[in-house]
Protein backbone atom coordinates (compact mmCIF):
# COMPACT_ATOMS: atom_id res chain seq x y z
CA UNK A 1 0.00 0.00 0.00
CA UNK A 2 1.72 3.53 -1.15
CA UNK A 3 1.99 5.67 1.58
CA UNK A 4 0.64 9.43 1.68
CA UNK A 5 2.65 12.15 2.99
CA UNK A 6 1.20 15.25 4.56
CA UNK A 7 3.61 18.26 4.68
CA UNK A 8 3.60 20.69 7.32
CA UNK A 9 5.13 23.87 7.56
CA UNK A 10 1.64 25.91 6.78
CA UNK A 11 -0.06 28.77 8.55
CA UNK A 12 -1.94 27.20 11.67
CA UNK A 13 -5.26 28.52 11.71
CA UNK A 14 -7.53 28.92 14.67
CA UNK A 15 -6.49 26.84 17.82
CA UNK A 16 -5.27 23.46 18.42
CA UNK A 17 -7.63 22.67 20.60
CA UNK A 18 -10.47 23.24 18.60
CA UNK A 19 -9.07 21.61 15.89
CA UNK A 20 -8.61 18.44 17.83
CA UNK A 21 -12.18 18.88 19.03
CA UNK A 22 -13.10 18.66 15.47
CA UNK A 23 -10.88 16.00 14.52
CA UNK A 24 -12.84 14.02 17.35
CA UNK A 25 -15.98 14.65 16.28
CA UNK A 26 -15.26 12.83 12.64
CA UNK A 27 -13.43 10.41 14.19
CA UNK A 28 -16.30 10.02 16.44
CA UNK A 29 -18.94 9.49 14.28
CA UNK A 30 -17.14 6.80 12.57
CA UNK A 31 -16.97 5.17 15.83
CA UNK A 32 -13.15 4.67 15.43
CA UNK A 33 -11.02 4.16 18.77
CA UNK A 34 -8.31 6.84 18.38
CA UNK A 35 -4.99 6.42 20.61
CA UNK A 36 -2.34 8.76 20.44
CA UNK A 37 1.20 7.31 20.99
CA UNK A 38 3.70 9.13 22.33
CA UNK A 39 7.59 8.40 23.69
CA UNK A 40 11.18 8.78 23.60
CA UNK A 41 12.84 7.99 20.06
CA UNK A 42 13.29 4.66 19.94
CA UNK A 43 10.99 3.59 23.00
CA UNK A 44 9.23 0.72 20.31
CA UNK A 45 6.34 2.67 19.23
CA UNK A 46 6.20 1.47 15.74
CA UNK A 47 7.06 -2.07 16.98
CA UNK A 48 3.95 -1.53 19.51
CA UNK A 49 1.77 -1.18 16.46
CA UNK A 50 2.99 -3.87 14.23
CA UNK A 51 3.45 -6.61 17.04
CA UNK A 52 -0.89 -5.45 17.32
CA UNK A 53 -1.51 -5.06 13.67
CA UNK A 54 0.14 -8.88 13.36
CA UNK A 55 -2.03 -10.09 16.38
CA UNK A 56 -5.64 -8.70 15.97
CA UNK A 57 -5.43 -6.84 12.58
CA UNK A 58 -7.89 -9.59 11.44
CA UNK A 59 -10.65 -8.73 13.74
CA UNK A 60 -9.96 -5.39 14.29
CA UNK A 61 -9.66 -3.12 11.33
CA UNK A 62 -6.45 -0.52 12.11
CA UNK A 63 -5.08 3.02 10.47
CA UNK A 64 -2.08 4.50 11.16
CA UNK A 65 -1.11 8.26 11.35
CA UNK A 66 2.68 8.27 11.67
CA UNK A 67 4.59 11.53 12.87
CA UNK A 68 8.41 12.17 12.33
CA UNK A 69 10.65 14.63 11.72
CA UNK A 70 12.04 13.27 8.64
CA UNK A 71 11.70 10.46 6.42
CA UNK A 72 8.96 7.50 5.98
CA UNK A 73 10.26 4.65 7.29
CA UNK A 74 7.76 3.99 9.97
CA UNK A 75 4.42 4.33 7.46
CA UNK A 76 6.81 2.52 4.81
CA UNK A 77 6.61 -0.73 7.09
CA UNK A 78 3.54 -0.31 8.59
CA UNK A 79 1.82 0.06 4.80
CA UNK A 80 3.91 -2.97 3.94
CA UNK A 81 1.80 -4.87 5.96
CA UNK A 82 -1.32 -3.77 4.17
CA UNK A 83 -2.36 -0.90 6.15
CA UNK A 84 -3.67 2.37 5.85
CA UNK A 85 -1.19 4.64 6.77
CA UNK A 86 -0.45 8.60 6.18
CA UNK A 87 2.61 9.74 7.00
CA UNK A 88 3.43 13.66 8.63
CA UNK A 89 6.63 15.18 8.43
CA UNK A 90 6.79 17.85 11.46
CA UNK A 91 9.84 19.47 8.88
CA UNK A 92 11.75 19.85 12.33
CA UNK A 93 8.53 20.14 14.90
CA UNK A 94 8.95 18.41 17.97
CA UNK A 95 5.00 17.09 17.96
CA UNK A 96 2.13 16.62 16.13
CA UNK A 97 -0.81 19.28 15.91
CA UNK A 98 -4.11 18.55 15.24
CA UNK A 99 -4.49 20.60 12.00
CA UNK A 100 -1.89 18.37 10.53
CA UNK A 101 -4.11 15.38 11.83
CA UNK A 102 -7.11 16.71 10.28
CA UNK A 103 -5.38 16.82 6.81
CA UNK A 104 -4.06 12.97 7.54
CA UNK A 105 -7.68 11.75 8.12
CA UNK A 106 -8.66 13.47 4.90
CA UNK A 107 -6.19 10.41 2.89
CA UNK A 108 -7.65 7.34 5.94
CA UNK A 109 -10.73 5.09 4.93
CA UNK A 110 -12.26 6.32 7.91
CA UNK A 111 -15.63 4.13 7.47
CA UNK A 112 -13.75 0.96 7.26
CA UNK A 113 -11.29 1.49 10.49
CA UNK A 114 -12.40 0.49 14.13
CA UNK A 115 -9.20 1.58 15.80
CA UNK A 116 -6.49 4.51 14.32
CA UNK A 117 -2.85 4.89 16.01
CA UNK A 118 -1.51 8.16 15.69
CA UNK A 119 2.20 7.59 16.03
CA UNK A 120 3.73 11.19 17.48
CA UNK A 121 6.81 12.30 16.87
CA UNK A 122 9.58 10.79 19.42
CA UNK A 123 9.88 12.92 22.34
CA UNK A 124 9.05 13.55 26.10
CA UNK A 125 8.67 16.87 26.42
CA UNK A 126 5.63 19.08 24.41
CA UNK A 127 3.75 15.92 22.82
CA UNK A 128 1.65 15.87 25.53
CA UNK A 129 0.63 19.61 25.01
CA UNK A 130 -1.24 18.76 21.95
CA UNK A 131 -4.27 17.29 22.02
CA UNK A 132 -5.10 15.23 18.47
CA UNK A 133 -8.80 14.15 18.97
CA UNK A 134 -7.81 11.22 20.41
CA UNK A 135 -9.92 8.79 23.19
CA UNK A 136 -6.62 7.79 24.35
CA UNK A 137 -3.33 9.24 25.57
CA UNK A 138 -0.81 6.27 25.77
CA UNK A 139 3.04 6.52 27.00
CA UNK A 140 5.61 3.98 26.34
CA UNK A 141 8.27 4.72 28.47
CA UNK A 142 10.90 2.07 27.35
CA UNK A 143 13.14 0.08 29.98
CA UNK A 144 16.75 0.88 29.31
CA UNK A 145 15.83 4.54 29.28
CA UNK A 146 15.63 4.18 33.41
CA UNK A 147 13.51 4.08 35.95
CA UNK A 148 13.74 7.73 36.74
CA UNK A 149 11.58 9.03 33.78
CA UNK A 150 8.41 9.74 35.47
CA UNK A 151 10.40 12.06 37.62
CA UNK A 152 12.70 13.86 34.63
CA UNK A 153 9.36 14.19 32.63
CA UNK A 154 5.77 13.97 34.79
CA UNK A 155 4.04 15.53 32.69
CA UNK A 156 4.14 13.15 30.40
CA UNK A 157 3.14 10.43 32.64
CA UNK A 158 0.51 12.89 34.18
CA UNK A 159 -1.43 13.54 31.08
CA UNK A 160 -1.28 9.85 30.05
CA UNK A 161 -4.25 7.25 30.06
CA UNK A 162 -1.78 3.74 29.56
CA UNK A 163 2.03 3.51 30.03
CA UNK A 164 3.45 0.68 28.44
CA UNK A 165 7.00 -0.28 29.67
CA UNK A 166 8.48 -1.50 26.61
CA UNK A 167 11.84 -4.06 26.12
CA UNK A 168 11.00 -5.71 29.36
CA UNK A 169 12.74 -9.13 28.15
CA UNK A 170 16.25 -6.31 28.83
CA UNK A 171 15.06 -6.26 32.72
CA UNK A 172 17.56 -8.89 33.81
CA UNK A 173 20.77 -6.65 32.33
CA UNK A 174 19.37 -3.42 33.79
CA UNK A 175 19.16 -1.41 37.05
CA UNK A 176 15.41 -0.97 36.65
CA UNK A 177 13.81 -0.35 40.09
CA UNK A 178 10.28 -1.49 38.36
CA UNK A 179 8.81 -0.68 42.28
CA UNK A 180 10.46 3.06 41.96
CA UNK A 181 9.24 3.26 38.90
CA UNK A 182 5.60 2.29 39.39
CA UNK A 183 5.12 4.46 42.72
CA UNK A 184 6.39 7.67 40.73
CA UNK A 185 4.22 7.02 37.56
CA UNK A 186 0.94 6.06 40.47
CA UNK A 187 1.72 9.72 42.22
CA UNK A 188 1.42 11.49 39.39
CA UNK A 189 -1.42 9.67 37.99
CA UNK A 190 -3.26 7.14 40.41
CA UNK A 191 -5.70 6.01 37.32
CA UNK A 192 -3.18 5.33 34.87
CA UNK A 193 -3.34 1.64 33.18
CA UNK A 194 0.49 0.06 33.39
CA UNK A 195 1.16 -2.66 30.96
CA UNK A 196 4.65 -4.16 30.67
CA UNK A 197 5.19 -5.69 27.38
CA UNK A 198 8.17 -7.20 25.33
CA UNK A 199 7.41 -7.50 21.72
CA UNK A 200 11.02 -9.40 21.14
CA UNK A 201 9.62 -12.07 23.56
CA UNK A 202 5.46 -11.24 23.41
CA UNK A 203 5.52 -11.23 26.72
CA UNK A 204 3.00 -8.95 28.21
CA UNK A 205 1.42 -8.67 24.84
CA UNK A 206 -1.91 -10.62 25.61
CA UNK A 207 -3.25 -8.61 28.44
CA UNK A 208 -2.59 -5.56 25.67
CA UNK A 209 -4.46 -6.98 23.25
CA UNK A 210 -7.39 -7.94 25.65
CA UNK A 211 -7.31 -3.88 26.72
CA UNK A 212 -7.34 -2.92 23.45
CA UNK A 213 -10.11 -5.28 22.37
CA UNK A 214 -12.46 -3.91 25.28
CA UNK A 215 -11.62 -0.27 24.42
CA UNK A 216 -12.82 -1.06 20.87
CA UNK A 217 -16.02 -2.74 22.00
CA UNK A 218 -16.70 0.35 24.37
CA UNK A 219 -16.37 2.81 21.57
CA UNK A 220 -18.70 0.83 19.15
CA UNK A 221 -21.15 0.79 21.49
CA UNK B 1 28.05 20.89 47.27
CA UNK B 2 24.60 23.18 46.45
CA UNK B 3 23.01 23.09 43.29
CA UNK B 4 22.04 26.62 41.42
CA UNK B 5 19.36 27.09 39.75
CA UNK B 6 18.89 28.65 36.73
CA UNK B 7 15.40 29.98 36.10
CA UNK B 8 13.86 30.64 32.66
CA UNK B 9 10.78 32.02 30.71
CA UNK B 10 11.62 35.28 30.70
CA UNK B 11 12.17 37.42 27.73
CA UNK B 12 15.42 36.81 25.87
CA UNK B 13 17.35 39.27 24.37
CA UNK B 14 19.21 39.13 21.31
CA UNK B 15 19.85 36.50 19.24
CA UNK B 16 20.21 32.92 20.16
CA UNK B 17 23.93 32.60 17.83
CA UNK B 18 24.85 36.11 19.10
CA UNK B 19 24.71 35.24 22.60
CA UNK B 20 26.62 31.57 22.06
CA UNK B 21 29.00 33.51 20.27
CA UNK B 22 29.30 35.80 23.70
CA UNK B 23 29.43 32.45 25.74
CA UNK B 24 32.44 31.52 23.47
CA UNK B 25 34.12 34.39 23.95
CA UNK B 26 33.94 34.15 28.05
CA UNK B 27 35.18 30.35 27.90
CA UNK B 28 37.70 30.69 25.43
CA UNK B 29 39.09 33.51 27.77
CA UNK B 30 38.95 30.87 30.55
CA UNK B 31 40.69 28.36 28.13
CA UNK B 32 37.85 26.11 29.30
CA UNK B 33 36.91 23.11 26.95
CA UNK B 34 32.89 23.30 26.47
CA UNK B 35 31.06 20.13 25.26
CA UNK B 36 26.99 20.49 24.10
CA UNK B 37 26.19 16.85 25.15
CA UNK B 38 22.90 15.91 23.29
CA UNK B 39 20.58 13.32 23.31
CA UNK B 40 17.04 11.04 23.79
CA UNK B 41 15.98 10.41 27.06
CA UNK B 42 17.48 8.31 29.38
CA UNK B 43 20.36 7.68 26.48
CA UNK B 44 23.12 7.95 29.24
CA UNK B 45 24.28 11.77 28.91
CA UNK B 46 24.25 12.46 33.17
CA UNK B 47 26.01 8.61 33.68
CA UNK B 48 28.75 9.28 30.77
CA UNK B 49 29.66 12.41 32.65
CA UNK B 50 30.13 10.85 36.13
CA UNK B 51 31.87 7.95 34.87
CA UNK B 52 33.97 10.94 33.60
CA UNK B 53 34.43 12.75 36.87
CA UNK B 54 35.09 9.55 38.38
CA UNK B 55 37.86 8.36 35.71
CA UNK B 56 39.83 11.95 35.30
CA UNK B 57 38.09 14.02 37.93
CA UNK B 58 40.98 14.97 39.52
CA UNK B 59 43.28 15.21 36.50
CA UNK B 60 41.11 17.29 34.54
CA UNK B 61 38.83 20.42 36.43
CA UNK B 62 35.17 19.69 35.23
CA UNK B 63 31.99 21.76 36.18
CA UNK B 64 28.43 20.78 34.43
CA UNK B 65 25.73 22.56 33.64
CA UNK B 66 22.54 20.18 33.40
CA UNK B 67 19.73 21.37 31.23
CA UNK B 68 16.11 19.56 32.23
CA UNK B 69 12.58 20.00 31.74
CA UNK B 70 12.23 19.32 35.38
CA UNK B 71 13.76 18.45 38.60
CA UNK B 72 17.30 18.49 39.89
CA UNK B 73 17.92 15.00 39.96
CA UNK B 74 20.99 14.79 37.59
CA UNK B 75 22.56 18.28 38.99
CA UNK B 76 22.16 16.75 42.84
CA UNK B 77 23.73 13.56 41.47
CA UNK B 78 27.10 15.77 40.35
CA UNK B 79 26.94 18.10 42.84
CA UNK B 80 26.96 15.12 45.31
CA UNK B 81 30.25 14.07 43.47
CA UNK B 82 32.24 17.56 44.47
CA UNK B 83 31.58 19.22 41.44
CA UNK B 84 30.04 22.67 40.47
CA UNK B 85 26.60 21.88 39.06
CA UNK B 86 24.06 24.36 37.87
CA UNK B 87 20.75 23.64 37.01
CA UNK B 88 18.71 24.77 34.32
CA UNK B 89 15.04 23.88 34.22
CA UNK B 90 13.57 24.97 31.01
CA UNK B 91 10.01 25.06 32.25
CA UNK B 92 8.97 23.18 29.29
CA UNK B 93 11.37 24.18 26.71
CA UNK B 94 12.21 21.31 24.76
CA UNK B 95 16.14 23.04 24.35
CA UNK B 96 18.80 24.88 26.31
CA UNK B 97 19.44 28.22 24.73
CA UNK B 98 22.53 30.56 24.75
CA UNK B 99 20.80 32.99 26.76
CA UNK B 100 20.23 30.42 29.66
CA UNK B 101 23.94 29.41 29.52
CA UNK B 102 25.20 33.07 30.16
CA UNK B 103 23.06 32.84 33.14
CA UNK B 104 24.63 29.82 34.40
CA UNK B 105 28.31 30.51 33.42
CA UNK B 106 27.97 33.76 36.37
CA UNK B 107 27.33 30.53 38.91
CA UNK B 108 30.94 28.52 38.05
CA UNK B 109 33.82 29.13 39.18
CA UNK B 110 35.28 29.48 35.54
CA UNK B 111 39.01 30.43 36.62
CA UNK B 112 38.82 26.78 38.32
CA UNK B 113 37.82 24.49 35.69
CA UNK B 114 39.39 22.68 32.50
CA UNK B 115 36.33 21.56 30.96
CA UNK B 116 32.47 22.07 31.28
CA UNK B 117 29.77 19.79 30.08
CA UNK B 118 26.74 21.13 29.33
CA UNK B 119 23.69 18.59 29.53
CA UNK B 120 21.12 19.68 26.90
CA UNK B 121 17.43 18.32 27.41
CA UNK B 122 16.95 14.94 26.27
CA UNK B 123 15.79 15.52 23.21
CA UNK B 124 16.69 14.66 19.24
CA UNK B 125 14.72 17.15 17.69
CA UNK B 126 15.75 20.79 18.24
CA UNK B 127 18.39 20.33 20.18
CA UNK B 128 21.06 21.18 17.84
CA UNK B 129 19.54 24.27 16.18
CA UNK B 130 20.66 26.09 19.52
CA UNK B 131 24.20 26.57 19.55
CA UNK B 132 25.69 27.52 23.23
CA UNK B 133 28.85 28.34 22.85
CA UNK B 134 30.66 25.13 22.68
CA UNK B 135 33.32 24.06 21.21
CA UNK B 136 32.39 20.40 20.68
CA UNK B 137 28.41 18.94 19.97
CA UNK B 138 28.79 15.26 21.06
CA UNK B 139 25.62 13.07 21.09
CA UNK B 140 25.09 9.82 22.69
CA UNK B 141 23.03 7.37 20.91
CA UNK B 142 21.78 4.30 23.08
CA UNK B 143 22.13 1.18 21.44
CA UNK B 144 18.75 -0.20 22.49
CA UNK B 145 17.09 2.81 20.62
CA UNK B 146 18.02 0.51 17.31
CA UNK B 147 20.28 1.94 14.50
CA UNK B 148 17.80 3.81 12.58
CA UNK B 149 17.97 6.89 14.61
CA UNK B 150 20.38 8.23 12.05
CA UNK B 151 17.86 8.01 9.27
CA UNK B 152 15.18 9.43 11.70
CA UNK B 153 16.66 12.77 13.47
CA UNK B 154 19.59 13.31 10.50
CA UNK B 155 20.12 16.50 11.74
CA UNK B 156 21.34 15.11 14.87
CA UNK B 157 23.74 13.69 13.34
CA UNK B 158 25.01 15.51 10.94
CA UNK B 159 25.70 18.39 13.11
CA UNK B 160 27.58 16.54 15.78
CA UNK B 161 31.69 16.35 15.74
CA UNK B 162 31.09 13.02 18.28
CA UNK B 163 28.67 10.38 18.56
CA UNK B 164 28.91 8.03 21.52
CA UNK B 165 27.21 4.56 21.01
CA UNK B 166 26.09 4.00 24.83
CA UNK B 167 24.58 0.97 26.81
CA UNK B 168 27.13 -1.49 24.26
CA UNK B 169 26.63 -3.93 26.78
CA UNK B 170 23.24 -4.70 25.93
CA UNK B 171 24.22 -5.53 22.33
CA UNK B 172 24.02 -9.40 22.41
CA UNK B 173 20.52 -8.51 23.97
CA UNK B 174 19.47 -6.34 20.75
CA UNK B 175 18.89 -6.63 16.99
CA UNK B 176 20.93 -3.66 16.03
CA UNK B 177 22.44 -3.64 13.22
CA UNK B 178 26.48 -1.38 13.25
CA UNK B 179 27.08 -1.96 10.17
CA UNK B 180 24.27 -0.32 9.24
CA UNK B 181 24.45 2.58 12.06
CA UNK B 182 27.59 3.70 11.09
CA UNK B 183 27.23 3.74 7.44
CA UNK B 184 24.35 5.95 7.79
CA UNK B 185 26.21 7.91 10.35
CA UNK B 186 29.72 8.34 8.26
CA UNK B 187 27.15 9.25 5.13
CA UNK B 188 25.30 12.01 6.77
CA UNK B 189 28.85 13.15 8.60
CA UNK B 190 31.93 11.73 7.05
CA UNK B 191 34.03 13.51 10.49
CA UNK B 192 32.54 12.49 12.81
CA UNK B 193 34.70 10.55 15.95
CA UNK B 194 32.43 7.38 16.94
CA UNK B 195 33.16 5.72 20.06
CA UNK B 196 31.12 2.87 21.21
CA UNK B 197 30.93 2.91 24.80
CA UNK B 198 29.45 0.90 28.15
CA UNK B 199 29.45 2.81 31.66
CA UNK B 200 28.06 -0.32 32.95
CA UNK B 201 30.97 -2.41 32.17
CA UNK B 202 33.30 0.30 30.88
CA UNK B 203 34.48 -0.97 28.03
CA UNK B 204 35.55 1.45 25.69
CA UNK B 205 35.29 4.36 27.84
CA UNK B 206 39.28 4.57 28.32
CA UNK B 207 39.15 5.51 24.22
CA UNK B 208 36.40 8.83 25.31
CA UNK B 209 38.91 9.43 28.29
CA UNK B 210 41.78 10.02 26.14
CA UNK B 211 40.07 11.64 22.93
CA UNK B 212 39.44 14.00 26.38
CA UNK B 213 42.35 14.83 27.56
CA UNK B 214 44.05 14.98 24.26
CA UNK B 215 41.38 17.99 23.17
CA UNK B 216 41.54 19.35 27.16
CA UNK B 217 45.46 20.24 26.12
CA UNK B 218 45.14 21.52 22.38
CA UNK B 219 42.74 23.61 24.55
CA UNK B 220 45.34 24.84 26.41
CA UNK B 221 47.68 25.46 23.95
Same mark, same amino acid.
Not at 56 to 83: C, L, P
Given at each position: ???????????????????????????????????? *?? %?? !?????????????? $????? &???????????????????????????????????????????????????????????????????????????????? *?? %?? !?????????????? $????? &???????????????????????????????????????????????????????????
Amino acid at each position: MAVKIVTVGEQILGKNEDIARENKKILDKNRILTIN *IM %SS !PGAGKTSLIMSTIK $AVGKK &VRIGVIEGDVASTVDADKIAAMGIPAVQINTAGGCHLEAAWVTKALKDLPLEKLDVLFIENVGNLICTNNYTLGEDIRLM *IA %SM !PEGDDKPIKYPAMF $ADSDV &VIISKTDLQPYLDFNETSFLKTVKGLNSDVTILPVSCKTGKGLDAWYQWLEAQVKAKKR
